[in-house]
C-alpha cells in the first residue's frame, strides 16, 4: 500500500495568515493528489484534484503543488472558514490512502 | 445535481455483519469510468478508504480489511452495498460513500454522503 505522511498534524495560525501543509507519498504518484478540507460533522470537502488543479466554487486563496512524492497545499491569507481539517489522498493505486490529517485552528 | 446518502443501522453487537447501503441520484454506475467508494472515520479520527465498486463491477479493498468487505451494487436501484463482518468496537465509526468521477483513470471523489454513524457494542 502507498503510505501517505502529512505534516504538521495540526497547526495554530491566524486570520489573514499564509499556512503550508505537506503532504509525502511512501512512492511516486505522479499528480494523483486531492486535497479535501473537512469541518465537523461534516463530509470531506473536495478542495483541489488532481494535485494543483482548484476545484470549481473553491476560492482561489487555496492553491497546491506538488508530483512525484511531495506535495503542498497553501492557503493566502486565512479567512475564519478556513478553520477545519484537511486531509491528502491518493488515488495513483488502490488502495486508495489517506493521510493522518491536519487540523487547522486558530490561533 | 448528484446526491448520496448512507443508509444502515447505528448499533451492531460485536461479532455481528454490518450491510450499509449508499442510495444515490444524479448519475449512473453503468457509465464508463464511474465508481462508488467507502470510507469510514472513527470518532476523532483520520478517514480510512474501505472500498470501491466500478461501473464493469471490477472490486477493491482495503489490504488490511479485506477479508471482512464485500462491496456490490444495484444498478436498478441506483444503489451500492457495503458489508463488513465480524464487528468489534474498533469498527465504530461514521462511514462515508462517495462518487469516484473518472476512476479508470484514477479519478477522485467529488461527491459525498452525509455518513452514518455506527456504533458497535453489546
Known amino acids: 500500500d502507498i503510505q501517505m505522511t502529512q505534516s504538521p498534524s495540526s497547526l495554530s495560525a491566524s486570520v489573514g495568515d499564509r499556512v503550508t501543509i505537506t503532504c509525502r507519498a511512501s512512492?511516486?504518484?505522479?499528480?494523483?493528489l486531492t486535497w479535501y478540507q473537512q469541518k465537523p460533522g461534516k463530509a470531506p470537502k473536495l478542495l483541489i484534484y488532481p494535485a494543483s488543479n482548484l476545484q470549481s466554487g473553491v476560492p482561489s486563496r487555496f492553491s497546491g503543488s506538488g508530483s512525484g512524492t511531495d506535495f503542498t497545499l497553501t492557503i493566502s491569507g486565512l479567512q475564519p472558514e478556513d478553520f477545519a481539517t484537511y486531509y491528502c489522498?491518493?488515488?495513483?493505486?488502490?488502495?486508495?490512502?489517506f493521510g493522518q490529517g491536519t487540523k487547522l485552528d486558530i490561533k | 445535481q448528484v446526491t448520496l446518502r448512507e443508509s444502515g443501522p447505528a448499533l451492531v453487537k460485536p461479532t455481528q455483519t454490518l450491510t450499509l447501503t449508499c442510495t444515490f441520484s444524479g448519475f449512473s454506475l453503468t457509465t464508463s469510468g464511474m465508481c462508488v467508494s467507502w470510507i469510514r472515520q472513527p470518532p476523532g479520527k483520520a478517514l480510512e478508504w474501505l472500498a470501491r465498486?466500478?461501473?464493469?463491477?471490477?472490486?477493491y479493498y482495503s489490504t488490511s480489511l479485506k477479508t471482512r468487505l464485500s462491496v456490490s451494487k444495484d444498478t436498478s436501484k441506483n444503489q451500492v452495498v457495503l458489508t463488513m463482518t465480524n464487528m468489534d468496537p474498533v469498527d465504530t465509526a461514521t462511514y462515508f460513500c462517495a462518487r469516484v468521477m473518472g476512476c479508470g483513470s484514477r479519478g477522485t471523489s467529488d461527491y459525498w454522503g452525509q455518513g452514518t454513524l455506527v456504533t458497535v457494542s453489546s
Open positions: 512512492q511516486s504518484i505522479s499528480t494523483y
Open positions: 465498486i466500478d461501473w464493469d463491477n471490477d472490486k
Open positions: 489522498q491518493q488515488s495513483y493505486d488502490t488502495p486508495y490512502t
